[in-house]
């Protein structure tokens, strides 16, 4: 039978009821979804330094040797500037992510499955996707960017110690033609592309996690599948996704 609609007094009651239960649900949301943030961004901080230095110090080397053969050193800032933030610097980044972050993600929700969490979750009238993977997605998505642009600065200056200290090239010459000769465009499409990799990291790592099955035997395995899909799909995003914005780009 229906339940009887309320007497009027009690309506306000009943709206204070349900704003309350939404804020406490809404709270415990946030809180996951801050707690994803700093598990996939701050706890991901020292890979990503280190292989942005060393990605920016070997590049600035390899390049400089290049652009030495034709006389065009002048051009290294902007190769290695160019080089990171359309290409190198969102997928490095979310590579690292990936083998850091998303398998410990896929990991730590196979064991919510084996263990019967998250059918826990549904007999409490909770939805699991809304609760788990849903803070990991939107987690990823904001804290890709903000990775790629870290790893990016780290590198340009990796490149800069590499020419300026080991190569004796002109530390104003280095930063003038950087800067004049790279695009807001070219940040926009290396920052919208980490956007896109941080979805794929962590919508493949969730799903692999969240229909593991076979107990720890199989938590590793879907931990394996989640950072290899991820990589792969990684790869061949950067190009089909460089691809499209080129063409984008140039009308």
């Keep these: 039978m229906p339940e009887p609609p309320l007497a009027p007094a009690l309506r306000p009651f009943d709206a204070v009821g349900a704003w309350t239960i939404a804020l406490v649900d809404s709270l415990g949301r946030f809180r996951a979804f801050v707690d994803r943030i700093n598990f996939i961004g701050y706890r991901s901080l020292l890979i990503i330094f280190l292989t942005g230095a060393f990605t920016g110090m070997v590049l600035g080397l390899q390049i400089y040797l290049t652009l030495s053969r034709f006389g065009s050193e002048a051009f290294l800032g902007p190769a290695v500037a160019l ?137 590793g395995l879907a931990t394996t599948r989640a950072v290899v899909v991820s990589s792969v799909l990684i790869l061949c995003l950067d190009y089909f996704l460089g691809d499209v914005l080129l063409v984008v780009l140039s009308k």
């Design 83 to 219: 080089s990171l933030i359309r290409e190198l610097g969102p997928v490095l980044a979310a590579l690292m992510v990936t083998g850091r972050a998303g398998s410990a993600l896929t990991a730590e929700l196979g064991i919510m499955r084996i263990t019967e969490q998250i059918d826990a979750l549904t007999a409490f009238a909770v939805n699991p996707v809304q609760y788990l993977v849903s803070p990991r997605l939107l987690a990823g998505v904001i804290m890709a960017p903000l990775m790629t642009m870290i790893f990016n600065l780290v590198g340009v200056f990796g490149g800069y110690l590499v020419a300026v200290g080991l190569e004796n090239v002109d530390s104003a010459q280095f930063f003038y033609t950087m800067t004049w000769y790279t695009d807001p465009s070219d940040i926009w499409q290396g920052l919208f592309k980490a956007g896109v990799f941080g979805l794929t990291l962590t919508l493949v790592g969730s799903y692999q996690g969240f229909y593991a099955s076979g107990g720890a035997k199989g938590v």
